[in-house]
């Protein structure tokens, strides 16, 4: 009869830890999905910046626009054909 209670006993308490083991599990299972999900929307976040930052490096860099401030504010202006000095290697 001690063999059995001792036997019922020891199932008991493993049966118990497994039930508290996949508990945890579980949580940290349902916790590193919700870190992946918020990790998933920054990088949505982050390309959607990127795009805007390329954007904005392609407006700035525009020959158009650079030509017209080297001429403003710098005073350049394209040779005349005779000033053009051409060096050949």
């Not at 493993?14 to 590193?32: C, D, E, P």
């Not at 910046?49 to 390329?54: D, S």
């Amino acid at each position: 009869m001690k063999i059995l209670v001792g036997i019922a006993t020891l199932l008991l308490v493993l049966v118990m830890s497994s039930a508290f083991g996949m508990i945890y599990s579980k949580h940290q299972s349902r916790k590193l999905f919700v870190e992946l999900q918020q990790l998933h929307k920054q990088i949505d976040e982050l390309n959607i910046e990127w795009g805007r930052l390329q954007l904005e490096q392609s407006a700035w860099s525009a020959h158009g626009r650079v030509e017209r401030i080297a001429r403003k504010k710098l005073n350049m202006k394209l040779p005349d054909a005779n000033e053009i000095v051409y060096i050949q290697q």
